[in-house]
Structure formats: structure tokens, C-alpha cells
């Protein structure tokens, strides 16, 4: 196959491996991290989409990837100062089903 | 000519495996440092892969952004969510982190 | 906080969350199957919209398409980016004051690294900046080599005298959307649509753009790393 698929399904697989850990993990800062995956895994196959073309890559894709990275970073650092909050309010960085006190 | 696209695919290949190796072994580590640091270099490895798809663009900000300024972030709450740590209750002490600087 | 200090036993807790995870794993298989067919289902080759890029690329002012999709077709979007950064900031300083500094100074080799480093990752983003009108580079790649100098000196610990975080620290983040408003309003003024630059001087406006944008995705980006709002000067 084309290398262009090939990491198309290596997005694919980014993207599953990401969810599975938002879902499975409590930590917050984990979950985090999932999603950072989880972004960079859709982006390959933004990227990975676009070269499928004859000459020079699609520059739309590219275009959209940067915009994303930009602000996938923007979300990042919010989350990140959101998840110190709950840290600071209830003592733990993590999301668990027992009732908080 | 054979010869060079056979080596193009073999290490296409071997980076997309890679990518999904590193990233597993990072969301599922239960050390959080190590997970970042796992994370980071699965963001340099990222910009080997724009490179290979022909986004010399992306490839810039990725290594910018996506792996610097993301993994900078990372370790700043990972610092500041352990410096907390004595008013933690002793039951979640997974991480070990050396906080050098 | 109830909270146990002895190692738990397997709990029936325990081996349902094991259940659940082994429960999980079927219907993520079915999503990678199902995305990665859909992937494989796409024709192999696709011209996408690299031909039309290519078509009105002289029209565009900038010779790399990137550059010009960025800033000239899909403008509209980078100027929504460029909030939707200062918007990340504000939510970052809505929720607290920066952590006051309790490091230790900074050891030797981060110093003189950071003294080393600091004035050629300057460098190297105004040549990004200038560059990305031709080959790979631009706005983006620009200001986050910038912040990149800005996170190491706030790592060295230098912080922002207090006579500049407060307005001209707010006037440096807002530069960019600003710069990209004002250009917006005066040509839809002068009588062209959103966003559509003549192409005569489109190049120019383009490099003012990018360049009012530097500097502000760098103080966002080194601003978020920071982590809080500044302490500002006795006199605002």
C-alpha cells in the first residue's frame, strides 16, 4: 500500500489507542495526554489523506493540521490549569466514583 | 531504484509501528514522568512522520509546538501537582519525578 | 475525606472494572475496523484542492501554499485561531495568579545555555517569519520558536518586570487579532469583501499580519506556560 495510507491507518490506530485510555483512565493529567494522542492521531490522517496527490500535497490539509496543533496546545494548557484547580479544591487529580467529601 | 523504495517502505513501516508502540507504552506507563517524557519523544517521532508525508510546514510547528511547548506544559502541572503533595492523602504516591532546576 | 491506607484486596470492584475494560475493548475494535475500512475505501489518489491552490497561487502574494491558505484563502480561520488562543489565556488567568516562585536559582549549565540560546532562537524566528513567504516557515512556526525563547528564560527565571505586564503585555497579546481586525475593517472600507486582499500589495499585508502575529502567539504561548495571571506594577 502507499505510504500515504499506511499512516492513515497509523492515525487510525492513534486515535483508538487515545480513546481507549480517556475512557479507562482516572488521572486526570492522563486523560490529558489521551487526548493529546487522540489529536495527533486525527491529524495523520488529515495529513496522511493529502498526500495522496500526483504532485504537491493538498495545502488545505496542511493548513487546517496547523490551526489544530495550535490549538490543541491552547486546550491543552487550559485543561491543565482547570485540572490544578481540582486539585487545589478537592485534593485529588483524579475522576473516581466515590462521593467526595 | 527497487531497492530505495523498499527501504522508504520498510522504514515507513517501521515508524508507524513505532508511533503506536510509544504511544501505548505512554498512556499506559504508571509512572507520569516517564509517560510525559514517552510523549515527547512520540511528538519528535510525529515530525519524522510529517516529513515523510511531505508537510515540511507542519513538521516545523509540530516540533515547535506539539513537542516543546506541549511537553513544557506537561512537566510544569506534573511539577506543580506533585509540589502539593503534602497535603495528599498518601494513597495515590505513583509518581516519583526529580524535579531538577 | 474517607479514604483507605492499606492495600486493598481484590475487590469485587476490582474485577468489575476489569470486566469493563475487557467490555470496552469490543466496541473500540469495531470503531479502528470501521475507520480504518473507511480509510482503505478512499481512492488512492486525490487531487484534493491542491489544483486550485496552485491556480490562484500568484494572485495569493506569497509563493508558498501554505503560507497563502493560512493567510489569504482561509484567513478567516487564522484570525478565529489566533482568538480562540487569546481565549485559552484568558481562562488560564481567570483561574488564578501565577504560582508565586519558590524555585532554587538556576544552576550553571542552564544559565549559560539559556544565555546562548535565547538570542539565536530569536534569530531563527525572524528568519521563520521572513522565510515563510517561500519555503516552509511562517507566523506560526515563528512565534512558537519565540515563545520557545520566552518558556527557557522563564524557566531561567526571569520574570516580566512589573512595568510591563499589565498594559503592554496586554497590547503585545492582542497585537495579532488586532492587526488582522484592522486590516479586515479598512479593506472592507475601501470597498473590497472580508478579508480580500488586492493582490498588488497582498504580500505586504500579509508580512504585517504575520508579523503583528508573531509576537502575539509568543506572549500567549509563554503567557499559558507561565500558568496564572502576572503580578502587575503598583500604578496600572
Redesign the interface.
Known sequence: M?P??LY??VG??L??LG??AL??QAHLLRKILALNVMASGVFL?LVA??A?????????????V??G???A???T??A???M??VRAAT?RAELTE?P?? | MEAVALLQSAFDALLGLALLWLAWRALASPDLFKAIVLFITFGLLMVLAWVRLDA??V???EA??GT??TG??LL??LT?LN?KSDTK???EKEQRTET?? | ?????EPKPITENDSRQAQF?LL??VP??A??VG??YA??S?????????DH??AKLETSGVS???????LN??GY??LL?LG??L???L??WS??AA?ER??PP??LV?ELLSRLLVPLLILVAGY?LWVGAHA???A??AG??L??AG?LLL?AGWRLDSRFSGLPLRLALVAGLGMFLLVAVVLMLVGGRLLEYPPSFAGALILLIEAAATLS?AA??AA??L??RPERGPQQ
Do not use: W
Open positions: 502507499s500515504a495510507l492513515a491507518l487510525v490506530g486515535f483508538t480513546l481507549h475512557i479507562v490522517v489523506l493529502a495522496r496527490t500526483q504532485g504537491a500535497p493538498d495545502p488545505v490539509a496542511h493548513a487546517m496547523i490551526t496543533i495550535v490549538v496546545v491552547s486546550a494548557a487550559l491543565l490549569a482547570l490544578l484547580r485534593g466515590e467526595l467529601e | 515540511p510546514d513538521a516545523l510547528a515547535a509546538i516543546g511547548l513544557a506544559l510544569a502541572a506543580r509540589s492523602p498518601a494513597h531538577h532546576n | 475525606m474517607k479514604k483507605s491506607n475494560r470496552l475493548a473500540l475494535s470503531l479502528a475507520l480504518a480509510v482503505l478512499l481512492p488512492s489518489q486525490a487531487p484534493g484542492l491542491s491552490v496552485a508558498n501554499p501554505v503560507t497563502a491558505v493560512l484563502f482561509r480561520d487564522t485561531e480562540v488562543l481565549l485559552a489565556l481562562g488560564v483561574l488564578g504560582p519558590r524555585e538556576p544552576g542552564l521563520l516552509p516557515g511562517g506560526f512556526q512558537s520558536v515563545a520557545t518558556v524557566l502567539i500567549a504561548l499559558l506556560f500558568g496564572g
